[in-house]
């Protein structure tokens, strides 16, 4: 399998997924760490993938969506771009509502 075939495979098979630096519990750099920090607030639950344990996986995701850094974040097989666009989504309210438009769960913070 290529690299752009597994990419694709994840970006494909689940419903959020973060390609980033270290892991959920572990990010390796503050970008990575801020998305799964608004992921984790609004109870959206995702894959994370760590780029650091591949050159070829760091590279090939760069390609796979013509975006230059990391991390990125997938939802519904769409690309929704990279922390600073997540960020000001957050911050503008419309993070929550593009997942709930597209049929992911968030969980009710009112609740929790």
Known sequence: MSIREFIDR????????????GTPQFPM???SGQ???????IGVPFKGINVLESDELRQGIKEYASWPT???IYVKGEFLGGCDIVREMFQAGELIPLFEEKGVAVRDRAIG
């Open 70 to 72: 990391i991390p990125q």
């Open 29 to 31: 750099c503050g970008f």
């Open 10 to 21: 994840e970006v494909k098979g689940n419903e959020v997924v973060v390609f980033m630096k």
């Open 35 to 41: 998305v799964v920090q608004i992921l984790d607030h």
